[in-house]
């Protein structure tokens, strides 16, 4: 009977001990898989329309909506700072360097679980790198989606800019319209 005793003390002080609670909840870094394919999404259609259009020439995809118009940007977004001496390239290749290493923690911090703000993160990360590919490689980022109506027209844009724009957008969409969270205070 006592060796009995030992044994039953011995398994519950053993199961304190692993309790799965204890043990690290999986963060979202598997996530930047996300990521990869934005990069890889940015990058492929980036060489396919520098190969195979004119610069500043418009392609018309759906008239009076949609062109495909080569373009290139030494600046951020809407050509902020393109006529600067070059040293925007450095300025933008940090911030971006920056925003993925904040974001990239935030994903370890964030729950695998959690794809409502895994997958804006990745987005955002993605995109980010895509962009800074081009300004290592080009020294300029290559855009190429043009949408207007009539005589009005958006800034050309690419890729990495909407899973940029989609990530932002969702992040705070969910932020503020529903994170699935409850957040009352749980009972005792």
């Known amino acids: 009977m006592r060796t009995r005793r030992y044994h039953a003390r011995f398994r519950e002080y053993h199961r304190k001990e692993i309790r799965l609670s204890k043990l690290p909840k999986p963060n979202a870094l598997p996530w930047l898989a996300v990521s990869v394919v934005v990069i890889a999404a940015d990058q492929v259609t980036k060489a396919v329309v520098r190969h195979a259009l ?76 895509g962009n800074l590919i081009d300004r290592v490689i080009h020294g300029q980022v290559t855009d190429f989606i043009q949408v207007y109506w009539h005589a009005w027209s958006f800034p050309a844009f690419n890729v990495a800019d909407s899973a940029i724009t989609v990530g932002a957008v969702l992040l705070i969409a969910f932020g503020l319209f529903g994170g699935g969270h409850d957040r009352r205070a749980p009972q005792q």
């Open 54 to 129: 004119i610069p500043y020439m418009p392609h018309q995809v759906v008239p009076h909506v949609l062109n495909w118009t080569l373009a290139f940007n030494r600046g951020a977004a809407f050509s902020f700072l393109e006529d600067a001496s070059g040293w925007q390239t450095w300025l933008f290749g940090g911030l971006a360097v920056a925003v993925c290493i904040g974001l990239a923690a935030w994903l370890a911090r964030t729950s695998r679980r959690d794809w409502r703000a895994a997958l804006p993160l990745a987005l955002i990360i993605g995109g980010a790198l």
